[in-house]
């Protein structure tokens, strides 16, 4: 049998399938073709791993890549020659008005998959840029059930639930109703809605109240207002029961979504977020989420462990995402991987406030696998 890659004594990182040892990985045909403790040479390129922790290929749950079609897009295959990410979700960009032109003059462009959330409201975010800043629902003309629905079937390989921006900066005066609106629509297509909040209205409880098992609270470890924490600094009772019938917490880093001071205090009281996700987009691509990779140290650094870091890019992203063959390494699954090196030394994570923590190990990109391929366009194994 000849494999067309396969990386030798790599650390195997793997929580899908509970592994985390020194293993060879063969892939073929765009999959993982086999993982055993010595696979031998037969291959069209072989990688010493040596050294290098192997990924399944890195999930961002929480992006915003419709380059050039909306103002607040980065271009994913930037953003993957730095961090390793070979899965970007679009966390609603575009919604049933734009989403042809997404698929058309992106999706189908780029190495990296890219799924998205459609947004409830037909333009997706059309007003997001240093200079203007209107959110998509805050005025509610802008929101067709129907339409929404039609699109979505009509990419169904692409969209994999609806997202709502509520909150007073993404929908004005509109309250909670784009979200009853997007959860109207998710339960027609039996897909989850990924919930963004900020500034109220409405209220993280309104919020919350709504959420079914399997949706997804994004920016759940926001800063005042709309905190997971009270001001003695205790995790909301609202907060812990969602967690606890199965609404799933997503980070949405971005340059509004992440705090130590109330994710600490949730992660210090057994809250973990089920999901890490930088949403990069124009205004926090430099600073201060910049990608997945950073998302992950910065998290590593404030305690939560190297498996459950892997885990909340991989195995439960891709539970929610309905696809299986992503987010493990297991063979038959699609042939996505992350090759990374651990350094030690000390660096410096700020949150959207400013704070500030140290690490002193991370991990650093030093390879992509895409479809059983080492990606050429980004960084080359030694
Ligand atoms: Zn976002």
Request: a negative charge; charged letters at 20%; proline letters at 5%.
């Amino acid at each position: 049998m000849t494999y067309d890659l396969i990386i030798k004594a790599g650390r195997m990182v793997d929580p899908a399938q509970g592994i985390d040892a020194t293993l060879d990985i063969a892939f073929s045909d765009g999959k993982v073709a086999k993982v055993a403790p010595a696979i031998g040479d037969g291959a069209m390129r072989t990688v010493d791993g040596t050294g290098l922790l192997v990924l399944p290929g890195l999930i961002d749950f929480h992006t915003h890549v419709y380059w050039g079609g909306t103002s607040l897009g980065v271009d994913a295959e930037e953003m993957a020659m730095r961090s390793g990410t070979t899965t970007f979700v679009d966390a609603g960009s575009a919604g049933a008005g734009n989403m042809a032109g997404f698929v058309k003059h992106v999706i189908e462009h780029s190495d990296p998959r890219i799924l998205a959330f459609i947004n409830v409201s037909f333009p997706g975010i059309f007003g997001f840029s240093k200079a203007v800043m209107v959110g998509e629902n805050s005025d509610l003309r802008l929101l067709s059930a129907r339409e929404c629905v039609r699109v979505a079937r009509e990419f169904r390989d692409t969209i994999v639930g609806v997202k709502a921006r509520i909150g007073f900066n993404a929908g004005g005066a509109s309250g909670i109703a784009p979200l009853d609106i997007a959860i109207e629509i998710a339960d027609e297509l039996d897909l989850p809605v990924m919930a963004h909040i900020d500034f109220p209205p409405p209220s993280r409880d309104e919020v919350l109240a709504r959420l079914r098992p399997g949706d997804i609270l994004t920016h759940c470890f926001r800063p005042f207002p709309n905190a997971p924490i009270d001001g003695k600094r205790k995790v909301r009772d609202t907060i812990r029961k969602a967690h606890e019938r199965g609404v799933l917490f997503d980070i949405g880093h971005g340059y509004g979504g992440f705090a130590f001071e109330p994710g600490k205090a949730a992660m210090d009281q057994g809250i973990m977020p089920d999901i890490l996700s930088s949403d990069v987009h124009v205004l926090s691509k430099d600073g201060p989420a910049y990608d997945i990779l950073h998302i992950m140290n910065k998290f590593w650094a404030v305690g939560m462990s190297l498996t459950e870091v892997v885990r909340a890019v991989t195995e439960t992203p891709a539970a929610s995402l309905r696809r299986p063959e992503l987010g493990s390494l297991a063979e038959g699954t699609i042939g996505d991987a992350t090759l990374v090196r651990l350094e030690t030394g000390t660096w410096e994570y700020h949150d959207v406030l400013g704070a500030m923590v140290t690490g002193n190990q991370r991990l650093a990109l030093a390879g992509t696998i895409i479809g059983g391929k080492l990606w050429d366009k980004g960084p080359q194994p030694a």
